[in-house]
């Protein structure tokens, strides 16, 4: 099984996803509900000043990441781009889901880390969705399966299928957890 | 200003808000004239976690109107977001359809005016680019203590026509709206009231020299909401583009207003400003495959092209040109017409002119005098209203070609049946109108007249040669008939008489 794009998948995720989050949160204005500035002295104004003092940082950075992607000039290197690599992981996924059931990894690279621990380093941060990205990129069903410790704290491996494979999917992660019930321990806190 | 060695060239965006009960991404319903903020819901006020679901009525009737305009259909149509904040605009961003419209290409055919309005003026085909639906926005209003917004707008369905630069005059543009207006409420995709603001348009105008190939800089001037407002304000920007250039200086590519009331144009921001719309694909709707059988179905909803039908009243029915251009200016009425003249096909000029003057006239005035009728009165000549029924002024025609009634005798029956909805037969025969066919009765009132001596000077100058002498002997005979002679059968038995 060969999935030569894997490599592209965060980096293409974080051009799509970006650029439809700037979109979808357009939205939180203040004009209809939610935060409403109450500093501002034109409509136009009240949106602005709604927004910056309502979302918080991570948002604003998707968003500002969202709409330089989509701007007139760069969205065609970006945007464009990422959504020719999203074709391309979607065509390898189906490739190789002719040829396999069922594709496992395990769900996230590492184990957990501390809270806040890496919040200083987004793009670190990003990579621990390498895994996941693509089968939501591709639009395949996927899960993820408790499976044991590492380092004494629990992990997962999760499994892509192709479209419409959820049935198999949940079929075999019930033969996995009923041979090694792992769900039921607890990790210490 | 030397006009004549300029050439205008324009193009247009016509919006036309489609009928359709219910909104394009939402099923809540949309009208003209509501409380504000009535005819919303979570999807049209853009609340968090709602998706749009593509309303098909809405599809379909930019598929009509593509058929309409014999556009191509594509297999494949989808939703583009095209983003920009604005407290009329729910969701900052509007869904419409930037890279795959739902009709592409087409043709509306105009006609320019005439000479005179007795004569048929010179016909040209407008191409358009495409047609794309997408989403109306909400209103915005101003007040001292602040803004207000009305979503009830928001999310109608609206069509977008484009032109390719094929009008070259004001006049063009007009006449291009009033064909493309008859084609949208003949076929029922829209209704085009632009009082509801149900059509609005953006004119995009250049000039060049006359000979020169390529396009000049354009203006596009936005949201003209009549047919008068389109002409003034492209005879306006036409103008004030020829003197720039004129006088030496170079057009900038801007987008305009047009304020109707002092019938002049002003900058709204040019092309540094221009917005960046930041389109993309939308997420949420999927591309949308239009079936070829729902394709056929819609075929068949096509209405004869107005022209077509002139044409054919011209060609076929040997209907003179005013008449026609009457007919064809309203469906209704042209099916109405058509279907007397099935019911009898001996004389289409007859009934056309039956139902150009004196029909027309009758219901204009009956529904501007709420009297005429007992229903109450309504805004628009309704030929629902009408009492008489096509079978029926076919019969009126009828029996006036076959002489039972004389022509000043039809007017008379028309009023009553337009009063009564009785056949004509049942008014001719209530009140005795039937003309005298009695040969033996008229001979002895057609003796009787000729031995006045009253008359006997008209009598000397027709036997003298003066054919037109005989018509002074047709009025008293008609008198002592009470008018109910048949004016054909006096004139044979006259010449019988005095010949």
New interface residues.
């Given amino acids: 099984m060969d999935l030569p794009s894997s490599d592209l998948a965060v980096p293409t995720y974080y051009v799509v996803a970006t650029?439809?989050a700037?979109?979808n949160l357009?939205?939180?204005?203040g004009?209809?509900?939610g935060h409403r500035s109450t500093q501002a002295t034109t409509?136009?104004e009240m949106?602005t000043l709604s927004r910056s003092e309502g979302f918080g940082p991570e948002v604003k950075r998707r968003i500002l990441l969202g709409?330089f992607v989509?701007?007139?000039g760069y969205?065609d290197a970006y945007?464009v781009r990422a959504?020719r690599a999203r074709s391309k992981i979607l065509s390898e996924h189906l490739a190789a889901l002719e040829k396999v059931d069922m594709i496992l990894t395990p769900t996230v690279p590492t184990p957990a880390f501390k809270a806040g621990e890496k919040i200083s380093d987004p793009l670190q941060l990003y990579l621990e969705d390498i895994f996941t990205i693509p089968a939501n990129l591709a639009g395949l069903p996927a899960l993820s399966v408790p499976c044991g410790k590492s380092q004494h704290l629990p992990v997962g491996f999760h499994l892509v299928g192709a479209p419409l494979s959820e049935k198999k999917l949940l079929a075999a992660s019930r033969v996995f957890e009923a041979a090694h019930p792992y769900r039921h321990q607890q990790a210490p806190l | 200003m030397s006009e004549s060695s300029w050439e205008i060239v324009i193009g247009l965006e016509v919006h036309v808000q489609l009928r359709t009960r219910t909104k394009v991404f939402a099923s809540v319903p949309w009208g003209f004239g509501e409380e504000p903020n009535e005819q919303v819901d979570p999807v049209v006020?853009?609340?968090?976690g709602t998706l749009p679901v593509v309303n098909r009525a809405a599809v379909e009737q930019a598929i009509l109107f593509g058929l309409v305009v014999e556009a191509t259909i594509p297999e494949r149509c989808a939703w583009d977001?095209k983003?920009y904040?604005?407290?009329d605009n729910?969701?900052?961003?509007q869904l419409t359809q930037k890279d795959f419209p739902v009709t592409l290409g087409g043709q509306v055919e105009i006609e320019l005016p005439g000479p005179s309005r007795n004569v048929m003026g010179e016909h040209k085909m407008i191409r358009l680019h495409h047609a794309h639906l997408e989403e109306d926005v909400g209103k915005?209003s101003h007040s001292g203590s602040g803004?207000l917004?009305d979503y009830n707008r928001a999310g109608v369905p609206l069509l977008e026509i484009v032109t390719e630069p094929d009008l070259r005059s004001a006049a063009e543009a007009a006449a291009f709206l009033n064909a493309l207006v008859a084609m949208l409420t003949q076929a029922g995709v829209a209704d085009c009231d632009m009082e509801k603001g149900q059509l609005r348009c953006d004119a995009n105008v250049s000039v060049r020299r006359r000979g020169d190939t390529q396009l000049g800089t354009r203006t596009e001037t936005k949201n003209l909401n009549s047919i008068s407002g389109v002409r003034d304000c492209i005879q306006y920007e036409a103008a004030r583009q020829i003197r720039e250039l004129e006088e030496g200086r170079k057009i900038t590519q801007e987008t305009r207003g047009w304020n109707a009331v002092n019938a002049r144009g002003y900058v709204l921001r040019d092309k540094e400003d221009a917005h960046?719309y930041?389109?993309?694909?939308d997420?949420d709707i999927p591309t949308l495959k239009i079936s070829r059988a729902t394709v056929e179905r819609l075929q068949k909803l096509v209405p004869e092209r107005p022209f077509h039908r002139q044409r054919r009243y011209m060609e076929k029915l040997g209907l003179p040109y005013t008449a026609t251009s009457v007919l064809i200016a309203d469906k209704a009425l042209a099916d109405w017409f058509e279907a007397a003249v099935a019911a009898y096909p001996q004389n289409p000029s007859g009934i056309a002119n039956w139902v150009a003057n004196d029909l027309l006239r009758d219901l204009s005035a009956a529904t501007s005098a709420p009297d005429a009728f007992s229903e109450p009165s309504v805004a628009k000549v309704s030929l629902a209203d009408c009492r008489i029924k096509p079978v029926q002024l076919a019969g009126l025609v009828k029996i006036t070609d076959e002489g039972v009634i004389s022509k000043q005798q039809a007017k008379e029956v028309f009023a009553e049946m337009f009063r009564t909805g009785q056949d004509a037969g049942e008014i001719v025969n209530a009140k005795g109108l039937r003309q005298n066919s009695d040969a033996g009765e008229l001979e002895k009132i057609i003796q009787e007249v000729i031995a006045d001596p009253a008359v006997a000077k008209s009598i000397a100058e027709y036997r003298a040669g003066n054919e037109k002498a005989i018509n002074a002997l047709k009025g008293p005979i008609m008198k002592r008939t009470q008018g109910k002679a048949n004016p054909a059968m006096i004139d044979q038995l006259l010449r019988k008489h005095l010949g």
Avoid at chain 1, 26 to 29: C, I, L, S, V
Avoid at chain 2, 45 to 48: D, Q
């Fill in positions: 650029a439809e700037s979109s357009a939205r939180y204005d004009v209809r509900y409509p136009v949106m709409t989509l701007s007139a969205a945007y959504l | 006020l853009g609340l968090p977001r983003n904040f604005y407290p729910p969701k900052n961003y915005l803004s917004v960046d930041r389109y993309f694909p997420p």
